[in-house]
Every structure is written in structure tokens, then in C-alpha cells.
């Protein structure tokens, strides 16, 4: 068993309620490990909670999640030499510190743009804009919402879908959705909006975890 592969086995070992989950969060995994292997930049949106849980889905991607990465040659020694000698000492040592990052982006983070959107065009285009100007073909959207309701949501996936990049959806149970808008949704049970982003987390742990050992080879 690989050691991205592990992150999987045990995310199902230790939440079996997840077991009916299991084939769409493979698909989640590779669709995110694939989008970061060629390039792509992962964004991400949700409503609420699942605003948060966007933003935290992001942090595991930007920086270091569960493995060192470590920056390699020529940019390291870029690095190095250029923050040292703008920063002296303090810059080495910042040098020294800096990770790989993957290319991700919240669509829930910019206060001033989200709230000019819903002003100027209404809040079902929050997502829906930034995506026009952010999105590319080949990034992957992943959207987040416990209902799978939400028109801003429904509304960036539809627009992502029209440029081209793979989109996801972390939901709840018994969502209707229109067909063809998601290439791959995660399905989690439970009975109200905590419930179902309790197990939202530990699924997109895994995911990153997956696609950050995946990367490291």
C-alpha cells in the first residue's frame, strides 16, 4: 500500500459511516492530485461553515500539510541568495524556511470582492465571477455545501463547467443536482448542516494528504 494510498484506507477505517463514500472520495483524490501533477490550480467555495471549510481546505495546500516539502534547486538557491542579500541574516534563515506550494485558491476569503459582487451583480455571483477571472481549463473546483442547494455554489460550478475545469461537491444526503454540473460529489450522511461538515473534514484531510504524498513521489 502507497503512502498516499493510506491516507484513504485509514480516513475509512476510522469513519465507517463514510464506507458508501468510499468510490466518489477516490475520485476526489485523484481528480486533485491529477489537477496539482499538471499544473492546475484547485479553488474552492462554500457558503457559511462551508466558506471555513474552504479556507482550511486551502491552508493544507498552500504550505505544508503532513510531509516536509522542501524546495529544490535552482529556486532554492535563488532564494537564498537573493532574500539574503536584500534581507541579510533574516532573509538566510526566511530562505530556509519557505515550502513548495500547490496552486490554491479560497473564493471565500476577499471580503471587499464579496461583497462588491453582491452588490453590483447579487450574492448567487460571488463565486460565479471570480471563477471568469481566476479559472482556467484544467483547474478543478471544489465546492462545498450541505445542502447542495446553494445558487452561489450551483451557479461557479455551471460557470466552471463552461471554461473547462473538473468540478467536485462535498454534500450532504439526498442531494438533487442538476446532472452533468459535477464530474465527482462526495455524498457524506447526516442530519443537519454540523453533522455533515464533520465529516466533510476529515474528508478533504485525506484528499490533500493523498494528493501532498502523491506529489512527493
Not at 4 to 14: D, S
Not at 173 to 197: H, K, M, R
Request: proline share 5%.
Amino acid at each position: 500500500m502507497t503512502e498516499a494510498e493510506g491516507h484513504i484506507v485509514r480516513l475509512l477505517a476510522r469513519r465507517p459511516e463514510l464506507a458508501g463514500a468510499e468510490s466518489s472520495i477516490r475520485s476526489l483524490a485523484g481528480l486533485l492530485a491529477g489537477c496539482l501533477r499538471d499544473g492546475g490550480t484547485i479553488l474552492a467555495c462554500g457558503n457559511g461553515g462551508s466558506a471555513a471549510d474552504a479556507d482550511h481546505m486551502v491552508c493544507e495546500l498552500a504550505k505544508g500539510f503532513l510531509l516536509p516539502r522542501p524546495l529544490q534547486n535552482p529556486l532554492r538557491d535563488t532564494l537564498v541568495r537573493t532574500l539574503e542579500r536584500t534581507l541579510g541574516p533574516a532573509g538566510l534563515g526566511l530562505a530556509r524556511r519557505l515550502q513548495v506550494g500547490y496552486r490554491a485558491v479560497s473564493l471565500c476569503s476577499n471580503s471587499a470582492l464579496l461583497t462588491a459582487i453582491a452588490n453590483d451583480q447579487g450574492p448567487d455571483a460571488v463565486f460565479a465571477q471570480q471563477i471568469l477571472g481566476l479559472g482556467r481549463k484544467g483547474d478543478l473546483l471544489v465546492c462545498l455545501s450541505t445542502s447542495g442547494k446553494s445558487m452561489s455554489v450551483l451557479a461557479a460550478a455551471a460557470t466552471a463547467k463552461s471554461l473547462g475545469l473538473s468540478t467536485a461537491l462535498l454534500t450532504g444526503p439526498g442531494a438533487a443536482l442538476p446532472a452533468g454540473l459535477f464530474d465527482v460529489v462526495v455524498s457524506v450522511p447526516g442530519t443537519n448542516a454540523g453533522e455533515i461538515q464533520d465529516l466533510h473534514r476529515p474528508v478533504y484531510h485525506a484528499v490533500c494528504a493523498f494528493a501532498e504524498a502523491v506529489r512527493a513521489g
